[in-house]
């Protein structure tokens, strides 16, 4: 049971960080993120 607890938490860690990487990557930039997308 703590393999998969671990996991988990390890899962919702990795998660947030990614999010939060991308959230600090769009603030940077001034066009926002969504622009490579609309570009398509």
């Known amino acids: 049971m703590n393999s998969i607890f671990y996991s988990v938490i390890i ?3 990795l998660t947030g960080a990614i999010l939060f990487l991308m959230w ?3 603030k940077k930039r001034p066009g926002g993120g969504h622009s490579k997308f609309k570009s398509n």
Do not use: A, T
């Open 11 to 13: 899962l919702l860690l």
């Open 24 to 26: 600090e990557v769009n």
